[in-house]
């Protein structure tokens, strides 16, 4: 009998022992993860369900097409998987149709501007320093470069869309798209508002609800769903689930075009095993527990923004209706890169982002932007998240006051966070 090639241990044998490299690095992760305060917002801590998902068999699985028509066998589980998720969506987002295959979400935005776009179609969004995103037709990327993108502002007098201006811009430049939707707006979109702006020009409307889609699932937030022809999501951030996309309609037509753009357009075989976790976010999602969630996430951000402005930090727009705010640092003299380094070094984690009318290049910026559906999973309500404004405003007037050494002030506070992570642990099964 031939030496089994690879051994048993292949199919036993825990990361620990087989790959001590690998496993130090997500320990670290683990370790940095339980020890700090997650403020970037487009980031969550998921349930020990979805990792299990995210780690299991499908993995294995290959699969292209959709449920019903694929192109390779021993679909059985795999069709029942993907409709579970497909129908998860539907009943969580009231629409007619979804999509569950994007790998993020960009690509269910790409796959979107298949559907409805030819190579040097105008589409109209706002932009990136605004708020917007890069696979709304910013400069460098894909869809900067394949399409001819006009971009909308928001207004200098109070950080807002101005719909007037969205409207004059799209008379002129008659659009083929128009896309509301961004990754540091943080206030209601006039989703009607865009909608008939949308039918006067003759364009369709894309709604990118990724930095809300959980507060659109737990009744938190108004849906773009009724509004928009098309709606696109991510699973990660406030719907609390692992990284992917989802592309929801409600038009039979408009949900073909986007099947196929999808596959066979711009991706290949699906993640299946992301689809099942996907499908376990969407399950969470429908329990009426998360309704509470999506409530203090909101709750939280509030809480939050607050006790910043209360402590003399500029907040674009004077507030949020979302997960999410943007602080700008400029009256304080400091740069994003410096801010949300020193915030790490003290245990909280943000990220550098552009403020409307920022001089500053992308690696530098005069913003933060901060989240709080990580923190609001962990159990943090709104007396933490007001802390915690006060942890992140010490370290900037630390950094104010000593721009070239702000280690005491980091220290203080990286105490600090560490008592609150404790009170309010994550992932002590994985220890
Ligand atoms: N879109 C990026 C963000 O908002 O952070 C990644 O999801």
């Not at 960009?106 to 990136?128: M, V, W």
């Not at 369709?204 to 696109?232: C, E, N, R, W």
């Not at 962990?378 to 900037?396: H, K, Q, W, Y």
Request: glycine share 10%; with cysteine; charged share 20%.
């Amino acid at each position: 009998m031939s030496v089994r090639i690879p051994g048993p241990e292949y199919f036993s044998g825990h990361l620990s022992q087989s790959d001590p490299e690998v496993h130090a690095a997500i320990t670290g992760e683990l370790r940095r993860q339980q020890d700090g305060i997650e403020l970037i917002a487009s980031e969550n801590i998921v349930s020990l369900a979805s990792l299990e998902a995210l780690g299991s068999v499908m993995v294995n699985k290959t699969v292209e097409g959709y449920p019903g028509k694929r192109y390779y066998g021993g679909v059985e589980f795999a069709d029942k998987l993907e409709r579970l998720a497909i129908d998860r969506a539907k009943e969580l987002f009231q629409c007619n149709y979804a999509n569950v295959q994007p790998h993020s979400g960009s690509q269910a935005n790409q796959a979107a501007y298949l559907a409805l776009l030819k190579p040097g179609d105008t589409l109209l969004s706002l932009a990136l320093t605004s708020g917007g995103h890069l696979s709304h037709g910013a400069k460098p990327n894909l869809t900067g470069k394949w399409f001819h993108p006009v971009q909308y502002g928001v207004r200098k007098s109070d950080g807002l869309i101005d719909m007037d201006e969205v409207e004059r811009i799209a008379r002129e430049c008659r659009p083929k798209l128009i896309i509301c939707g961004g990754s540091a707006y943080s206030r209601v979109l006039d989703f009607a508002g865009f909608r008939r702006i949308a039918d006067d020009v003759g364009a369709y409307l894309l709604a990118d609800m990724a930095h809300f889609a959980g507060l659109v699932a737990g009744g938190q937030h108004p849906s773009p769903i009724p509004h928009a022809h098309i709606v696109t999501a991510t699973t990660y951030k406030n719907l609390r689930g692992v990284r992917g996309g989802l592309i929801l309609c409600n038009d039979a037509d408009l949900a073909k075009k986007i099947d196929s753009a999808m596959f066979p357009g711009i991706q290949g075989s699906s993640i299946l095993n992301a689809i099942a976790a996907k499908a376990v976010c969407l399950g969470e999602a429908l329990k009426p527990e998360f309704k509470i969630y999506a409530a203090r996430v909101l709750e939280n951000a509030r809480a939050l923004a607050n006790a910043l402005i209360s402590r003399g930090i500029t907040i674009v727009s004077g507030g949020t209706d979302t997960p999410l705010m943007l602080a700008d640092l400029r009256s304080l003299e400091i740069t994003g890169a410096l801010a949300s380094e020193s915030l790490e070094a003290a245990g909280l984690t943000c990220n550098k982002n552009a403020v409307p009318g920022d001089t500053t290049p992308p690696t530098i910026t005069s913003g933060l932007r901060f989240g709080v559906s990580a923190g609001t999973t962990r159990g943090f309500g709104s007396v933490e998240f007001t802390e915690i404004g006060n942890l992140i405003a010490d370290v900037l007037d630390g950094l104010s006051e000593n721009p070239n050494d702000n280690s005491a002030c980091e220290h203080a506070v990286r105490k600090k966070v560490l008592d609150l992570c404790q009170e309010y642990p994550i992932y002590s099964d994985l220890d």
